[in-house]
């Protein structure tokens, strides 16, 4: 069988010319090979790009709204304004809370095209919390968030007691007036001494 294109169809044979600059860096990478190691493998040719046939499998791109794990959504590629410039991704990995537009990456695999990183946001979370006799403190770090919104809280409930807020002597008692207040840190309630001494009240 005589020599062929790429196409199957049949090639003519055609006298090749080369330049001599060009002869010359031939024969250069000849005799480098002539002198290395002769079982070594053969050079490789790879398309334009660099990688496979399609090289361009990362891509920057936009969306708006929400999208859950397991779910497709469009998205816009950035930098392209020649369309078709939008491609259907699948989201196997993030659950995203509804917002406006935000920036993102997805990558292909085989045909199809999956989410890689949303855009994310910075937002300080608390670790741990310290009980002291005057507060609550709340140890926090930055974290990276899916929402710049809070989309849940937790709350601290306070305690009531009712400490002794007025004194009111009578003729025949002693009345004492107290008021509900909310407190994080309770305490032993320091004693409150009252000297007493042996009286009598005239009958009227």
Do not use: H
């Not at 020599?3 to 031939?26: C, H, L, M, N, Q």
């Not at 790879?46 to 929400?66: D, N, Q």
């Not at 959504?73 to 939008?86: C, E, L, S, W």
């Not at 709350?155 to 008692?173: M, R």
């Amino acid at each position: 069988m005589g020599a062929r294109k790429p196409d199957g169809s049949s090639a003519k044979t055609e006298r090749v010319t080369f330049t001599r600059p060009a002869a010359e860096r031939i024969a250069k990478v000849v005799r480098q090979i002539e002198q290395g190691d002769r079982g070594a493998d053969g050079l490789r040719f790879l398309p334009r790009g660099g990688g496979g046939s399609a090289p361009k499998t990362f891509r920057i791109c936009t969306f708006t709204g929400s999208w859950s794990i397991g779910s497709d959504k469009t998205v816009t590629f950035k930098n392209q304004t020649a369309t078709p410039n939008t491609v259907s991704a699948t989201n196997l990995f993030w659950p995203i809370p509804d917002g406006s537009t935000r920036d993102c990456s997805i990558a292909k695999d085989g045909t199809a095209w999956y989410l890689l990183v949303p855009q994310l946001f910075a937002a300080e979370a608390a670790t741990a919390a310290t009980l002291t006799t005057a507060s609550l403190e709340f140890n926090t770090l930055p974290v990276l968030a899916l929402a710049t919104a809070s989309t849940s809280k937790f709350s601290v409930t306070p305690k009531t007691i009712e400490p002794i807020t007025g004194v009111t002597l009578g003729s025949d008692s002693l009345s004492f007036t107290r008021k509900s207040v909310g407190v994080f840190f309770e305490s032993t309630a320091g004693t409150v001494a009252i000297s007493v001494t042996t009286c009598s009240t005239a009958a009227t």
